[in-house]
């Protein structure tokens, strides 16, 4: 026999006070006698031996004591070893991405893969399972757990976090913790395809399952505003994803949910459309939703925010012609200005430069085009995202020859061949790691919009913080740091960390970050793969035989619990026979 929770052996002191009250008490008992002959007989002989006798008569007494002892052997928690042939070691890998609230039945399927994983675990009585949630950074739910009521928990804790699910590094982080006997892998997912699993180890079994049937769904899959003199301009593109001509209506919502706008739309089956029109409005947040539901709804809403440019600009004659050209093209307030002067700018102005010393001015943000004292290093590929700077700024098409060495400590934004692109440091400032004519950046429209982002964050007076994607790890300027996260109906959400890391929020929406007196808002939007439905079929490879014995927990707590019921019977029996006297 052995004890998961013998530290709780101190609550021994409660029998024991319960019987040093009763030796102590005082109890007469009434006696008839007709002489006081005997009276010095009777009191020797019950004070030679006074516990003995109470305890003697009064059976009461021991019923509750051993009552309360079985109580705190209960509490220690005890259980006796077994051996189990059923020697499983099950994994459960869960997909949490946004796809997977695409209706099913009364439910959803998120919902319906959470009930398939709770009868894998009622079928597989001895089994170790452990659980994974996918995503950026995969996760354990729980490790080699045995208990089924514990597993329950532990289903039921887990939520959609919609972020795209990584199912390809996920399954790296699988691989790397299975144990080296072999396990039975289950992939709870909608639509994964079978290239993802290489068979590369024995005694393995991946178990794969998809959504069966093919949803229906409208999707808004871009929403951009721009200002004009009439108000707002808004366009939307919708995707179609039916057999069936889609008709309908757009709300277009500001940040305090006022209805501005609604205009009607119609997409052919399996195509996208393209609506647009001018709001009434000179607000500068946006929210565009479908009247119209489908199976997958998270979708039928986009955020757009309106940026204004609010800070003056010092650009070093020193750099690419272009930059200048597209700062003007934003409408930003530019003046030019040799590399030596730059430090004697106003402070809090925006400093565009490729000379390295000025990173460390703490008067001034800085956009460090270029490494002159360092040397270029070829690259090949298209540009990968690591971390997310604004959702409308798209590298995946822009060409880049050569790049600098990275920085030191600074967090990778984009990256080609695992090589940094662009960074970040800690302070905020943003390095490109690159000259402009070793790329063809200047001919893509993410060009002007970076410049408009960049100039957006390390704006003090700016009315956002930029658009992040769901459950992302970014790192803010400095004067962010320890504000508080609120939704946008003021509920709280959590912290930015003293170091100026702010982990996003999973659901999409407008949120707010604010230190008590200033606030300012950004938008969470789902990642364009997210709004993609394919189908897939269910799948199996490999195959697992258990093998062995492994230790099992039998508890006890049932069997003690029909005991101390048993004796508190007994001792309401006591108590009805003998009547309540003390």
């Given at each position: 026999?052995?004890?998961?929770?013998?530290?709780?052996?101190?609550?021994?002191?409660?029998?024991v006070a319960v019987l040093l009250y009763y030796f102590f008490r005082k109890r007469y008992t009434p006696k008839?006698?007709?002489?006081?002959?005997?009276?010095?007989?009777?009191?020797?002989?019950?004070?030679?031996?006074?516990?003995?006798?109470?305890?003697?008569?009064?059976?009461?007494?021991?019923?509750?004591?051993?009552?309360?002892?079985?109580?705190?052997?209960?509490?220690?928690?005890?259980?006796?070893?077994?051996?189990?042939?059923?020697?499983?070691?099950?994994?459960?890998?869960?997909?949490?991405?946004?796809?997977?609230?695409?209706?099913?039945?009364?439910?959803?399927?998120?919902?319906?893969?959470?009930?398939?994983?709770?009868?894998?675990?009622?079928?597989?009585?001895?089994?170790?399972?452990?659980?994974?949630?996918?995503?950026?950074?995969?996760?354990?739910?729980?490790?080699?757990?045995?208990?089924?009521?514990?597993?329950?928990?532990?289903?039921?804790?887990?939520?959609?976090?919609?972020?795209?699910?990584?199912?390809?590094?996920?399954?790296?982080?699988?691989?790397?913790?299975?144990?080296?006997?072999?396990?039975?892998?289950?992939?709870?997912?909608?639509?994964?395809?079978?290239?993802?699993?290489?068979?590369?180890?024995?005694?393995?079994?991946?178990?794969?399952?998809?959504?069966?049937?093919?949803?229906?769904?409208?999707?808004?899959?871009?929403?951009?505003?721009?200002?004009?003199?009439?108000?707002?301009?808004?366009?939307?593109?919708?995707?179609?994803?039916?057999?069936?001509?889609?008709?309908?209506?757009?709300?277009?919502?500001?940040?305090?949910?006022?209805?501005?706008?609604?205009?009607?739309?119609?997409?052919?089956?399996?195509?996208?459309?393209?609506?647009?029109?001018?709001?009434?409005?000179?607000?500068?947040?946006?929210?565009?939703?479908?009247?119209?539901?489908?199976?997958?709804?998270?979708?039928?809403?986009?955020?757009?925010?309106?940026y204004r440019p609010v800070m003056q600009v010092a650009v070093d004659d020193a750099v690419h012609p272009t930059?200048?050209?597209?700062?003007?093209?934003?409408?930003?307030?530019?003046?030019?200005?040799?590399?030596?002067?730059?430090?004697?700018?106003?402070?809090?102005?925006?400093?565009?430069?490729?000379?390295?010393?000025?990173?460390?001015?703490?008067?001034?943000?800085?956009?460090?085009?270029?490494?002159?004292?360092?040397?270029?290093?070829?690259?090949?590929?298209?540009?990968?995202q690591k971390a997310n700077f604004s959702n409308y700024v798209d590298l995946s098409d822009v060409y880049v020859?050569?790049?600098?060495?990275?920085?030191?400590?600074?967090?990778?934004?984009?990256?080609?061949?695992?090589?940094?692109?662009?960074?970040?440091?800690?302070?905020?400032?943003?390095?490109?790691?690159?000259?402009?004519?070793?790329?063809?950046?200047?001919?893509?429209?993410?060009?002007?919009?970076?410049?408009?982002?960049?100039?957006?964050?390390?704006?003090?007076?700016?009315?956002?913080?930029?658009?992040?994607?769901?459950?992302?790890?970014?790192?803010?300027?400095?004067?962010?740091?320890?504000?508080?996260?609120?939704?946008?109906?003021?509920?709280?959400?959590?912290?930015?960390?003293?170091?100026?890391?702010?982990?996003?929020?999973?659901?999409?929406?407008?949120?707010?970050?604010?230190?008590?007196?200033?606030?300012?808002?950004?938008?969470?939007?789902?990642?364009?793969?997210?709004?993609?439905?394919?189908?897939?079929?269910?799948?199996?490879?490999?195959?697992?035989?258990?093998?062995?014995?492994?230790?099992?927990?039998?508890?006890?707590?049932?069997?003690?619990?029909?005991?101390?019921?048993?004796?508190?019977?007994?001792?309401?029996?006591?108590?009805?026979?003998?009547?309540?006297?003390?």
């Amino acid at each position: 026999m052995n004890f998961l929770q013998f530290a709780n052996i101190w609550t021994l002191i409660f029998p024991v006070a319960v019987l040093l009250y009763y030796f102590f008490r005082k109890r007469y008992t009434p006696k008839t006698i007709s002489s006081t002959l005997f009276w010095e007989s009777f009191m020797n002989e019950t004070k030679a031996s006074p516990y003995f006798e109470k305890l003697q008569k009064n059976l009461l007494l021991l019923l509750q004591l051993l009552a309360l002892l079985l109580f705190v052997f209960l509490l220690m928690k005890p259980y006796f070893p077994s051996s189990s042939s059923a020697n499983e070691d099950i994994w459960l890998v869960i997909d949490t991405s946004a796809s997977m609230e695409t209706k099913s039945g009364d439910s959803t399927w998120f919902e319906n893969q959470k009930t398939r994983m709770k009868a894998i675990v009622n079928s597989n009585e001895g089994a170790t399972f452990t659980i994974v949630q996918t995503g950026e950074t995969p996760a354990f739910v729980v490790q080699n757990e045995t208990n089924r009521q514990q597993l329950t928990s532990a289903i039921d804790s887990i939520e959609v976090t919609y972020e795209a699910e990584q199912l390809k590094k996920t399954f790296d982080f699988v691989k790397a913790g299975l144990p080296k006997e072999g396990a039975s892998v289950y992939v709870l997912t909608d639509a994964a395809s079978k290239d993802l699993v290489t068979f590369d180890q024995e005694n393995v079994s991946w178990r794969v399952e998809n959504r069966k049937e093919t949803p229906q769904n409208i999707a808004i899959k871009q929403f951009g505003v721009s200002p004009s003199e009439d108000g707002t301009n808004a366009i939307v593109e919708i995707q179609n994803d039916t057999d069936e001509v889609a008709t309908g209506s757009i709300d277009f919502v500001t940040l305090s949910d006022d209805v501005v706008a609604t205009i009607d739309y119609e997409v052919a089956a399996n195509e996208r459309g393209i609506v647009s029109t001018v709001l009434p409005s000179d607000d500068s947040f946006f929210k565009a939703k479908l009247q119209e539901q489908d199976d997958y709804e998270t979708d039928n809403e986009m955020t757009a925010i309106l940026y204004r440019p609010v800070m003056q600009v010092a650009v070093d004659d020193a750099v690419h012609p272009t930059i200048q050209k597209a700062l003007l093209a934003i409408g930003a307030d530019v003046v030019t200005v040799p590399t030596e002067d730059l430090t004697l700018r106003p402070a809090g102005e925006l400093l565009v430069t490729s000379d390295e010393s000025l990173l460390e001015d703490a008067d001034h943000p800085v956009l460090l085009i270029g490494r002159e004292d360092k040397k270029l290093q070829e690259v090949a590929g298209s540009i990968a995202q690591k971390a997310n700077f604004s959702n409308y700024v798209d590298l995946s098409d822009v060409y880049v020859q050569s790049v600098y060495p990275s920085i030191e400590g600074a967090t990778t934004i984009a990256a080609i061949d695992d090589k940094p692109f662009i960074q970040q440091l800690a302070n905020g400032n943003l390095v490109v790691l690159a000259d402009i004519d070793q790329t063809d950046w200047p001919l893509h429209p993410s060009y002007p919009l970076f410049l408009w982002a960049a100039m957006e964050q390390f704006s003090e007076d700016a009315e956002t913080i930029g658009s992040y994607f769901p459950n992302d790890r970014v790192t803010l300027a400095s004067r962010y740091n320890e504000w508080s996260i609120y939704s946008a109906d003021e509920s709280f959400i959590g912290d930015i960390t003293p170091d100026g890391t702010m982990t996003v929020p999973t659901r999409p929406g407008f949120y707010q970050v604010t230190d008590g007196e200033t606030s300012k808002v950004f938008a969470v939007s789902l990642e364009q793969h997210e709004k993609q439905l394919p189908t897939e079929k269910s799948f199996e490879i490999g195959s697992y035989q258990a093998g062995g014995e492994k230790e099992v927990q039998q508890s006890m707590l049932p069997i003690g619990l029909l005991i101390i019921f048993v004796l508190l019977l007994l001792e309401w029996e006591v108590q009805r026979r003998r009547g309540f006297t003390t």
